[in-house]
């Protein structure tokens, strides 16, 4: 054995030569104090009349009102921005500047102003053909089963699924002479009692042994997948070289008939706030309750890029303004009452 | 290079064989490696001497690492861990042997691509710092004799990769002979199940060769064998020859064969140099065991089939 | 009206301050051969470590190639080993990273810190998922007898296994495009562990121990601001063993049975024989000058030196018998 103590380096002479080339740098983006979501539909929602439209923007206001007051700042003066997520994913209208034009106005007219437009299709891709959701998938962890994880087990293939424990098991027999009994599920953070979940991310439609690209270019997100992307970027957290995943684009005075050709995110008034921030709230009809639990298991299972949640927490400091640790402590919701 | 053993039957001398002869091809200079692929009863631990591993390991084996539980199967040095003094030493100019093992109370499995994978990465591993792995395989068709098929076909192994040895080991017997062809050549066989992962019939082919095993001679009978006796020796094995030809596991493909060792039927073991200078083991034995190591490591062996 | 902090926090700028810092961080790092008949040229080296989308790895030219993919995470819930008294358990993440050197020499990295006594269960993922790196055990325990449980503990299954770890990082870059898997050199792949104090203000102190397992094992007593460097120093400290080990293998190999020597000799020297040099990438004086401590007593530059001449005077017989060889035949 051969122990060390290094002789005191009495005087440490400036160093002559450095390099080391860092990958990727990370942006320091304008933020806004909160970024509020204005209301959520289906797209058949926004072609059913104007009538169910203009009551949820209506019913929206009171609660933008009341969330502007309660704007987490600092010392400085609060800054706020609202935007509206268009839901083109899944089912796609063909007269979109109709669309758009309508529910701005409608928007507008109930006294709620949107500054952006984003597109739900771009969480999946963005318009440049970049894969904004893997960025998202490759950094989702599984949760560690207790006791047995000590980082000598690789970790599992993702399925397309991600759960907060052990889903219960039936009564089978694995492997010769390997059986087990039923037993409950288990959520591996429970208190007392568990509340076991598990959410689909995705749905592979690529044939058994298509190559990755393959596999990509046929993968179905799933709505809750796509929220937590979305999230992840309105609070600026989401990078590709250090740059927002998503960019801001400005709105050129006029919106194209197809949603493909709609920028990944369009500022609607030129006078907005920035439309990253350090918080998110997401007002939206009760029903979606069920679809942002599981966008908290979710984000509670990501792994952000290091340098990306220290240069935010960094300005926060420096701003004197307070910012939770865990990111889904940045997210919050007010779900509209609903039978309306 | 890749060392597949295989047989029909179980107790035909594959593991006893297989441990010697990568033994041998230690003492010959090549860095061995043993993985012990016998998934329901790993018994290399027993057979090289190593008291913490004679039922297999219990710390993440071979089988754990298939199915996903380890990164990194345990393996060991062998003649650091044997208890046997002879076997601990490594001569000038001979290379190192290390055992991979199976784990305790490890099964049958349902394969899967998943384990097809592990098995790739498994075997270019080990090839990466090994001249010759020996996997030994359990007796009859199993998931781990479908999964090695399927881990080193052409489809997924680099063109210039090493090459690969197919060994069928059977004793020498009417129903072994029988069984051991069966094995080859039937529906769901060895031969058929490798051109179902890819290969080309003819190439996989060539690549088999069996190992006779525990072959008796004349002196089975006793000390004094009459001419009776001779004769009708003579006559059975030629009655065997026949038979193994018109079942394919003719001379062509024999790469060799073990005499019968009566060491061998007391104790499963590696049978050193040393126990022929004692008079304990035979000569022929370690002769045939050094033949058929020198014959594995020449390609000419396996040329013109 | 804006408020300057949310409802219920204390006006503090982050979460309350953790009342417990990381006492103890422990690391593992695996050195091998990566999969290829050449070294990677820098481009391909880094498309090769851009492990994660969306971020490149680090990289530098000189003296040598260096490229460093980004973090990537791995879940923990298991056991430290201990000497005495009841093994912690402990939940959270460890970190790890591949290091290529000279498009070569490939090595898995991998550590996490320790927070002693840091609650009474295990809690919701969301809080272990914001301490990437870290692990909080649930019990107490002291940081000396963890630091000497984790370098001398046998593996079990469910004991920490951060080699385990690093090996599946190196595993990641077999399946890459870039890597053609014809190694041209037979190697072992070898580990080192390590494990630090922290102790704010303190002189760094180091004891390396080679163990007749071949693991190299490093404890260091160390303030935490150094703690970067010192995983730096556990890491050329693995590579360069790895050298020695690789260079001698081959050598060893040169000299068996049946075997052209020049096989075996020659690729080591082209892929190994220029890639020595312990201080190129340890920035801090400090670690300098532990890596003096080091050498003056162990003396790895040495044995390297000797061991490379061996092998040049090896090659220098061969040739001179090769030449003398065809002189005769011409001769005769
Ligand atoms: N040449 C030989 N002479 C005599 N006995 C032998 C010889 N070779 C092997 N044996 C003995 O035959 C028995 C079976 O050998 P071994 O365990 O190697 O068979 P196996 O084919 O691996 O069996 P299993 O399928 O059960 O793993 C052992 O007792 C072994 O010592
Ligand atoms: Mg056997």
Redesign the pocket.
């Known amino acids: 054995m051969t122990a060390v103590t290094p002789a005191r380096a009495s005087s440490t002479p400036a160093r002559v030569f450095s390099e080391r080339n860092q990958g990727t740098t990370v942006q320091n983006l304008p933020l806004s104090h909160l970024s509020i979501e204005v209301g959520h539909f289906y797209m058949d929602d926004l072609e059913n009349g104007e009538e169910p439209i203009r009551r949820q923007f209506e019913r929206v206001k009171p609660w933008l009102d009341a969330a502007m007051a309660t704007v987490v700042c600092g010392e400085e003066k609060p800054r706020v921005s609202t935007c509206f997520l268009v839901d083109d994913y899944f089912q796609r209208w063909p007269d979109a500047s109709r669309i758009m034009e309508r529910l701005l106005r409608l928007a507008r007219e109930s006294g709620v102003e949107i500054d952006y437009v984003a597109r739900e299709s771009s969480c999946a891709r963005r318009l440049d053909g970049f894969g904004v959701a893997e960025l998202v998938a490759r950094r989702i962890l599984e949760e560690p089963e207790p006791e047995y994880s000590t980082g000598g087990r690789p970790p599992t293939a993702h399925t397309g699924w991600l759960s907060n424990g052990r889903p219960p098991r039936e009564a089978t027999v694995l492997n010769v002479m390997e059986a087990h009994d039923w037993e409950a599920g288990q959520e591996y953070g429970k208190r007392n009692h568990s509340i076991f979940l598990d959410v689909e991310l995705w749905k592979d439609r690529a044939e058994p042994g298509a190559d990755e690209e393959e596999v990509l270019s046929q993968r179905l997100y799933s709505c809750p997948f796509l929220a937590a992307v979305w999230q992840l970027v309105r609070l600026g957290l989401l990078r590709k070289d250090g740059a927002p995943a998503l960019e801001v684009t400005d709105w050129d005075g006029h919106w194209s008939d197809e949603w493909t050709q709609f920028p990944d995110i369009v500022k609607v008034r030129p006078q907005a706030k920035p439309f990253y921030a350090y918080r998110s709230l997401s007002i939206m009809p009760q029903h979606f309750l069920g679809i942002e639990h599981a966008v908290r298991t979710i984000i509670d299972h990501v792994l952000l890029d290091q340098p990306v949640v220290e240069s935010l927490l960094l300005r926060a400091q420096d701003k004197k303004i307070f910012l939770p640790s865990a990111v889904a402590d940045r997210i919050s919701h007010h779900f509209l009452e609903g039978g309306q | 290079m890749l060392v597949f053993s295989s047989?029909d039957?179980?107790?035909?001398?594959?593991?006893?064989?297989s441990c010697n002869l990568a033994y041998r091809l230690s003492l010959i200079g090549q860095d061995v490696a043993y993985l012990d692929f016998?998934f329901g009863?790993p018994?290399a631990g027993a057979i090289f001497e190593i008291p913490t591993l004679e039922r297999g390991t219990p710390d993440g084996g071979l089988h754990s690492y298939i199915l996903g539980k380890v990164a990194e199967p345990a393996r060991v040095d062998v003649r650091v861990v044997t208890e046997r003094t002879a076997l601990k030493e490594r001569p000038p100019g001979s290379g190192k042997l290390s055992l991979f093992p199976g784990d305790v109370g490890g099964a049958e499995f349902h394969l899967t691509n998943d384990h097809i994978k592990k098995a790739i990465d498994l075997f270019e591993t080990v090839e990466r710092e090994f001249d010759v792995a020996i996997v030994?395989l359990?007796?009859g068709r199993s998931s781990a004799l479908d999964m090695s098929l399927q881990a080193v076909s052409p489809k997924v192994r680099p063109r210039k990769a090493d090459p690969i040895r197919w060994l069928l080991?059977h004793r020498w017997t009417t129903q072994h002979v029988i069984a051991a062809s069966g094995l080859l050549f039937a529906e769901n066989g060895i031969v058929a199940c490798a051109t179902n992962a890819g290969f080309d019939q003819r190439g996989f082919r060539s690549m088999v060769r069996t190992i006779r095993?525990?072959v008796p001679d004349d002196t089975a009978f006793g000390k004094e064998t009459t001419p009776e006796q001779e004769a009708w020796l003579r006559k059975s094995d030629d009655i065997l020859k026949g038979l193994a030809k018109a079942r394919g596991l003719g001379q062509d493909l024999l790469a060799g064969l073990?005499?019968?060792?009566?060491m061998?039927?007391w104790?499963?073991q590696v049978i050193m140099d040393v126990d022929v200078k004692r008079r304990l083991a035979k000569r022929a034995?370690t002769k045939s065991f050094d033949e058929l190591a020198d014959r594995i490591i020449h390609d000419d062996a396996w040329e013109g089939f | 009206m804006a408020r300057p902090a949310a409802p219920g926090q204390r006006h503090e700028n982050s979460d309350p301050p953790d009342k417990h810092r990381p006492q103890v961080v422990l690391g593992a790092v695996t050195t091998g051969l990566l999969n290829t008949s050449e070294p990677l040229p820098m481009e391909a080296a880094r498309q090769a470590l851009a492990l994660l989308p969306g971020v490149s790895p680090d990289w530098r030219r000189h003296p040598i190639e260096q490229v460093v993919s980004p973090d990537l995470f791995f879940g923990l819930d298991c056991k430290l080993a201990v000497r005495s008294g009841a093994q912690p358990r402990a939940i959270g993440t460890a970190r790890a990273r591949a290091v290529l050197t000279a498009g070569h020499v490939l090595q898995g990295s991998a550590s996490v810190a320790v927070v002693l006594d840091a609650s009474k269960r295990r809690l919701p993922w969301a809080h272990y998922a914001a301490r990437t790196g870290t692990v909080e055990a649930i019990n107490k325990a002291d940081p000396a007898d963890l630091v000497t449980g984790f370098l001398h503990a046998r593996a079990g299954n469910t004991l920490l296994d951060l080699g385990k770890t690093g090996s599946y990082v190196m595993s990641l870059l077999d399946r890459v495009p870039q890597v053609d898997r014809q190694a041209r050199l037979k190697t072992q792949t070898r580990r080192l562990l390590w494990a630090a104090q922290l102790v704010p203000g303190t002189e760094p102190e180091a004891q390396v121990e080679a163990g007749d397992d071949g693991v190299f094992r490093v404890r260091m007593a160390i303030a935490p601001q150094l703690l970067p460097t010192f995983v730096d120093f556990c890491e050329v400290l693995a590579l360069h063993d790895w050298l020695l080990a690789a260079l001698k293998n081959a050598f060893d190999r040169s000299a068996r049975r049946g075997r052209r020597a020049e096989d075996e000799i020659d690729p080591a020297l082209t892929y190994l024989g220029h890639i020595w040099n312990p201080t190129a990438h340890l920035s801090s004086q400090e670690m300098r000058s532990l890596w003096q401590a080091l050498e003056d007593e162990a003396q790895l530059t040495w044995e390297w030196q000797s061991t490379l001449t061996r092998v040049r005077d090896k090659v220098t017989l061969l040739t001179r018998k090769a030449i003398e060889e065809t002189l005769h035949k011409e001769s005769v």
Do not use: I, M, Y
């Open positions: 047989s039957k179980g107790g035909t001398g594959r593991s006893v064989t016998d009863s018994t030994d359990s007796a080991f095993t525990a073990t005499p019968l060792e009566p061998l039927l104790r499963e034995t």
